[in-house]
């Protein structure tokens, strides 16, 4: 599961929210099931940055945002993000330890709506 939330961030506030952020990297990662984890900003526009998680799973990520430290820290700067979806389910991807992987999809069917998660076919 990957999770990315953009801010955009005034010139004058980049440097208390890099320290934010870092801190809440470090209160993410200590967290069982997250598999990493990256903040910065855009190369071609510096004030919109990002902040990036992987998790193990769904639950793993719930979990977390449960986790004192990371009340503390890092959900007070993610209600900085630009209101957008979040979290995404990563069917395909690539590592230098495992090469190309494919999964199935983890989101149920959602009978009200007859499709799979919003998925065509």
Do not use: N
């Not at 990493?36 to 979990?63: F, K, M």
Request: charged content about 20%; aromatic content about 8%; some cysteine.
């Amino acid at each position: 599961m990957l999770v990315v939330t953009r801010y955009v961030v005034p010139a004058e506030e980049v440097e208390e929210f890099r320290r934010q952020c870092r801190a809440a990297v470090e209160a993410l990662v200590a967290c069982p099931g997250c598999t990493a984890a990256s903040a910065g900003p855009a190369l071609d526009d510096p004030a919109v940055w990002t902040l990036s998680t992987s998790w193990e799973s769904v639950g793993a990520y719930r979990r977390a945002l449960s986790s004192y430290q990371v009340k503390l820290v890092a959900v007070p700067l993610m209600y900085r993000a630009v209101d957008e979806p979040s979290a995404f389910e990563s069917l395909i991807s690539w590592t230098s330890g495992t090469g190309l992987q494919e999964r199935a999809t983890a989101i149920a069917a959602d009978p009200g709506r007859g499709d799979h998660g919003g998925r065509a076919g």
